[in-house]
Nanobody, 116 residues
């Protein structure tokens, strides 16, 4: 089993910044991709940013140029640096990880609220 614990969420004004962190523990071997999804009330969960074990990244169009994902493989931690936040970024952000030939793992979620 892999446990994912997020931190860094909170309330911020539009234009501000937050950095989310997600630490993986447990059976961390064979972790491939890690990243972040988000879900706003009444909306479906969507991918925000993903980074593979080798360092390839992908971003949702809505956050390109504003968010940066990074990963520390030695610490089994993934980060999401969010800048120029907008009210539409308000959501619960979930850490994600998968394994080669294995299941997906999800964190408990952390609330990000951006006020106008």
């Amino acid at each position: 089993q892999v446990q994912l614990v997020e931190s860094g969420g909170g309330l911020v004004q539009a234009g501000g910044s937050l950095r989310l962190s997600c630490a993986a523990s447990g059976s961390i071997f064979n972790i491939n991709a890690m990243g972040w999804y988000r879900q706003a009330p009444g909306k479906q969960r969507e991918s925000v940013a993903i980074v593979t074990r080798g360092g390839s990244t992908s971003y949702a169009d809505s956050v390109k140029g504003r968010f940066t994902i990074s990963r520390d493989n030695a610490k089994n931690t993934v980060y999401l640096q969010m800048t120029t936040l907008k009210p539409e970024d308000t959501a619960v952000y979930y850490c994600y990880a998968n394994k080669f030939y294995g299941p997906d793992y999800w964190g408990q979620g952390t609330q990000v609220t951006v006020s106008s």
